[in-house]
């Protein structure tokens, strides 16, 4: 069984490897190897903020009516990432350490809280209310993540 509530979680994870990979090289100064492991951790939390904004968040809205409560917030620290996200490659095309260090510390803390929000609050509530639907949405979501893997 494969559910948005386990799911996810992993890919918190994996986006995290990610992430520490891409922030090592750029505060070494190695460009070579930075904006190619930044444009993978880049790619795996688009795909992840997609499966989440087009697959979980509308089904969990149309389950529970809820359309301005924890989704409309996750939504709003998606955007914030995703401006985090861009400076890093600002950062990363100027080969400028200092930036991406500063900007790599503020989106640590930000995905920090923010998975702790989805992992212990959203995802169960998720899991919970979708029911049945849980598990075919967890494939869907395991499937578009997969290609985000590309």
């Known amino acids: 069984m494969s559910f948005p509530g386990q799911i996810l979680?992993?890919?918190?994870r994996h986006c995290d490897d990610l992430f520490v990979a891409a922030e090592e090289s750029a505060l070494r100064g190695d460009w070579t190897a930075a904006a190619p492991a930044f444009e993978r951790f880049n790619a795996q939390m688009i795909a992840h903020f997609d499966a989440e904004e087009t697959l979980?968040?509308?089904?969990f809205e149309a389950a529970t009516g809820m359309r301005a409560g924890p989704t409309q917030m996750m939504r709003h620290e998606h955007d914030q990432m995703r401006g985090l996200l861009?400076?890093?490659a600002n950062a990363c095309d100027a080969r400028d350490s200092q930036e991406y260090g500063g900007a790599a510390e503020t989106l640590l803390m930000l995905m920090q809280q923010h998975n702790m929000k989805e992992e212990n609050i959203l995802y169960p509530m998720c899991d919970q209310s979708l029911g049945e639907e849980a598990e075919r949405l967890g494939a869907k979501i395991g499937a578009m993540l997969e290609k985000g893997h590309a």
């Not at 979980?56 to 089904?59: E, R, V």
């Open 86 to 88: 861009a400076q890093l």
């Open 9 to 12: 979680p992993d890919h918190h």
């Open 56 to 59: 979980l968040f509308p089904a």
